[in-house]
């Protein structure tokens, strides 16, 4: 039997690197494609001029201000101007903008009396990445700038800028980030397209070699069905194999790690079941269809 194995197996595999295409450059080439060709959205690890449609109906030195502050930044690039909240739209919907910010009139007063002042931030999230991007570089913004008006109020009224800051920002958060040093995707976004192209790889590899033993039927009796099934379910990929691997990579630990194990193994063994009872009632049915055309001949 372990002769047999070997000799379904080698055959097998040789059969990866025949033909003018062969099988194993789609099995190669298809995940080293997806890293290669989607990875280069997450080189840089994080999303950089996105951008930004500004409706300044303030025009203040504050607003200003405010408008800076949004094109001095990484995240963001000013592209354009508006004098209607409908062309701010409009740029959001035809994609000329990725994001918007209003500025109200009375923006630079109500600050000055004291009272706040209320700034409108529209993003087109079609885009997931950009979006959350987009918010989150906002707020940071948004506080940066909050602080450094405070502070110029709090300066115009007598203290001294160390206490005007103090005064203006007491607290100071202090932020550590662990399981994912980078607080990014790079460090296992990579790995699951290369994972996910695999798993494409190996299904239009599979599917034809498949199809090609059902026709030729090239193994006769002395070859059981399932050591067939086995020889080929040697090239499939671990389906649940993305989780773990994120987490190992990011953490150096998968906590589901043996539960994605048991789901693999069961999962595996039912469609090893299935489709060896497929497999084994074709081919048997295809043998018997020989044996009886042979009879007759």
């Known amino acids: 039997m372990i002769k047999q194995f070997v000799h379904v ?13 062969p099988f194993a450059a789609l099995l190669i080439g298809t995940p080293l494609g997806f890293t290669l060709l989607f990875g280069t959205i997450y080189a840089e690890n994080v999303v950089n001029d996105i951008p930004l449609a500004v409706y300044d109906e303030d025009q203040s030195v ?8 949004y094109d001095d930044a990484d995240r963001f690039t000013v592209v354009t101007y508006v004098t209607s909240e409908e062309e701010m739209r409009a740029k959001l919907m035809d994609g000329q903008a990725l994001a918007a910010l209003e500025i ?19 993003v087109n999230s079609a885009n997931n990445m950009f ?3 987009a918010l989150s570089a906002s707020q940071e913004i948004a506080r940066t700038f909050s602080v450094g008006v405070a502070s110029e109020l709090l300066e115009a009224g007598g203290l001294l800028p160390q206490a005007a800051l103090s005064n203006a ?42 199809i090609t033993e059902l026709l030729r039927r090239r193994w006769d009796r002395r070859y059981p069905s399932w050591l067939l ?12 194999a993305g989780d773990a691997l994120r987490d190992i990579l990011l953490s150096g630990y998968a906590p589901e ?32 269809r020989a044996e009886e055309a042979g009879t007759c001949a």
Not at 104 to 120: M, Q, R, T, V, Y
Not at 173 to 202: D, K
Not at 229 to 240: D, I, N, R
Not at 260 to 277: R, T, Y
Request: some cysteine.
């Open 62 to 69: 504050l607003s200003r201000k405010l408008i800076q502050a």
């Open 257 to 288: 790690l043996g539960q994605n194990c048991a789901i693999m193994v069961g999962g595996g063994l039912f469609c090893l079941l299935v489709a060896s009872g497929i497999f084994h009632w074709r081919r048997m049915r295809g043998l018997r």
């Open 229 to 240: 099934a086995a020889a080929f379910g040697k090239l499939l990929p671990m389906t649940y």
């Open 9 to 21: 197996f080698w055959v097998s595999l040789r059969g990866l690197f025949r033909g003018r295409v």
């Open 169 to 210: 920002y007491p607290v100071r958060l202090g932020v550590r980030i662990t399981g994912n040093p980078a607080n990014g995707y790079a460090s296992f976004m990579l790995s699951g397209l290369m994972l996910n192209g695999l798993q494409i790889g190996v299904m239009v590899t599979l599917a034809p070699l498949l």
């Open 131 to 133: 979006g959350n991007a």
């Open 104 to 122: 109200p009139k009375g923006f630079s007063k109500e600050i000055h009396l004291g009272n706040g002042a209320d700034a409108l931030l529209m």
